[in-house]
């Protein structure tokens, strides 16, 4: 398995908080990604990184923000959480980029995150 | 607007019948496609790639068929087994950085 940790792995917290999710890859992959799958809607990118300190936003980018600082951590940030942001997240990695790579997409085990 | 279609009710077939699951696309002119395998609570794993320039691609008990002037792709798992079941993911790119995934089906294989 490739590896990736994301951390915390369960969390519950209030409307209006700050809340900070990671990453950790062992991979040293360039790409690393954050989506959100919601019932019916599969998973959505939010926010890629193509490098460190290189970030781009996804579809569903608003209300949140990433950062990466080393190779191997991609932080994501919900600013001020809202329960519309109540979901669960994960972070891939990938060798290359999509599009006309052939490069697959390495998953993390997933944020559980509750907004009340 | 770009739309993946998977079939959103669960697939249940008898252990060892082939499962057959359809993901199609519209909008869409895709380098190549991906099936994942996701288990609950679990993030999804990679399963196999097909290019664009490609009609089918087998690994060991499964195989995947592309067919892009039907804009469909379809996943075969041959003598399923109850480990199978699980929720089937389809994932397309087109352009760079552009990677979108279906909804995903549920297979249960049932002894």
């Known amino acids: 398995d490739a590896g990736i940790t994301q951390s915390p792995r369960h969390k519950v917290t209030e409307t209006g908080t700050p809340v900070t999710l990671r990453c950790h890859q062992t991979?040293?992959?360039?790409?690393m990604y954050w989506y959100r799958q919601d019932p019916g809607h599969g998973l959505r990118l939010i926010h890629y990184?193509?490098?460190?300190?290189?970030?781009d936003k996804g579809e569903v980018s608003d209300g949140y923000s990433v950062s990466r600082s080393k190779t191997e951590d991609f932080l994501l940030t919900l600013e001020s959480a809202t329960s519309s942001q109540t979901s669960v997240y994960f972070c891939?990695?990938?060798?290359?980029?999509?599009?006309?790579?052939?490069?697959?997409?390495?998953f993390g085990d997933g944020t559980r995150l509750s907004i009340l | 607007s770009q739309k993946i279609e998977q079939n959103s009710e669960a697939l249940n077939i008898q252990e060892g019948k082939t499962a057959t699951l359809t993901c199609n696309y519209t909008?869409?002119?895709?380098?190549?496609l991906q099936w994942y395998r996701q288990d609950p609570g679990r993030g999804p794993v990679f399963l196999l790639l097909?290019?664009?320039?490609?009609k089918e691609k087998r690994k060991e008990r499964l195989k995947v068929t592309f067919d892009t002037t039907l804009k469909q792709s379809l996943f075969h798992i041959t003598a399923s087994q109850p480990a199978d079941s699980a929720t089937y993911l389809c994932?397309?790119?087109?352009?760079?950085?552009?990677?979108?995934f279906g909804t995903g089906t549920k297979l249960q294989v049932i002894p």
């Open positions: 097909i290019r664009e320039n490609e």
């Open positions: 990184s193509y490098g460190v300190k290189d970030t």
């Open positions: 891939a990695i990938s060798a290359e980029a999509g599009g006309r790579s052939n490069q697959p997409q390495h």
């Open positions: 994932a397309l790119a087109e352009g760079y950085q552009k990677v979108t």
């Open positions: 909008n869409y002119s895709p380098a190549y």
């Open positions: 991979e040293n992959h360039r790409y």
